[in-house]
């Protein structure tokens, strides 16, 4: 197992939305304009087991978590793309934990839909994973800005400004 | 007035705003001429009558289908007892939020920096300081945001 992985494509594709990502790291952070669709992605990958016309393209299987039901998400999930949209539990110290323990252990990757700077030091946090082999880290932020064309959706990385 | 808190939660805020509207959402809401500038800037969307919405993705909708911004600046305008939390609004909320800071008192929460218009005027509840442009809400934000954390 390695922190660095291949990189996960995630495409969707249904009669009026379109949505298309790599995933380059174990935790992905987006944000974006209100309205732009990116609950729209849930919904879209919620309701996609039961619709015939909605597809999910990836390598893991992906799935919608909340604060509900995120421990056994995390610990009991393996091979998985994990979403979580706007949850407050990304916030708590044992989401944190439960990160570091699982994410590589069981090839899990998570996107974020979430602008606050708890979510952007999570994904510097787990980036910073101590393995057997020293402190590993990664000077780039995987912190993306969700666009849209109104049926085409996509990531951009973010570009901070002050 | 705008009113910004950068601190923890408390307990008069709202922060499930997409669920929490859902919930609370009145349909005499969308008579407002507001509410509808609102949905109308952020979602782009047009209040036809009562609750039924004119959307350019959607088609026809009700006020659930709103982005949790557009709700949030609703829960602003509709509910302004309350704190709402501004993290769930993108920085496309946040012209209306302005001009909406300068008709009544309203009260956000943010944990995150948006960029917000040049223009933009707001006090910062933890130190009292009064803010009329961009620069100077950021430099406010910032130091606030390090000196509680």
Known sequence: ?162 | MLYVSVGDFTEDCVIDVARYFNIVKRPEWFDDEFVRLAIREIDKSEVIEGEFIKSPVFGAMAPERLSSGCKAVILLRKMSHYIVYGTRCGDNCYPIINELGKIQDIRILLHHCPKMPEDIRATFVESGEEVNNRHDFVEEYYRLRHSLT
């Open chain 1, 1 to 162: 197992m390695t922190l660095l992985k291949n990189t996960i494509g995630l495409d969707i594709v249904s009669p009026n939305y379109e949505f298309s990502c790599e995933l380059h790291r174990r935790i992905t952070v987006v944000h974006g304009e209100s309205g732009i669709g990116k609950s729209t992605l849930v919904e879209q990958i919620e309701v996609s087991n039961n619709s015939p016309d909605i597809r999910v393209k990836c390598e893991l299987h992906v799935f919608v978590s909340n604060s509900q039901s995120w421990q056994s998400a995390l610990q009991g999930a393996r091979d998985s793309v994990i979403i979580f949209d706007d949850e407050r539990c990304t916030e708590d110290k044992e989401f944190v934990k439960a990160c570091k323990e699982n994410l590589v252990k069981n090839n899990l990757y998570l996107i974020l839909i979430d602008r606050s700077e708890k979510a952007q030091d999570l994904e510097r946090v787990v980036s910073s994973i101590k393995m057997k082999y020293g402190m590993f880290s990664i000077a780039t932020r995987e912190v993306y800005n969700f666009k849209s064309d109104g049926i085409r959706h996509w990531l951009e990385r973010d570009e901070v400004e002050i």
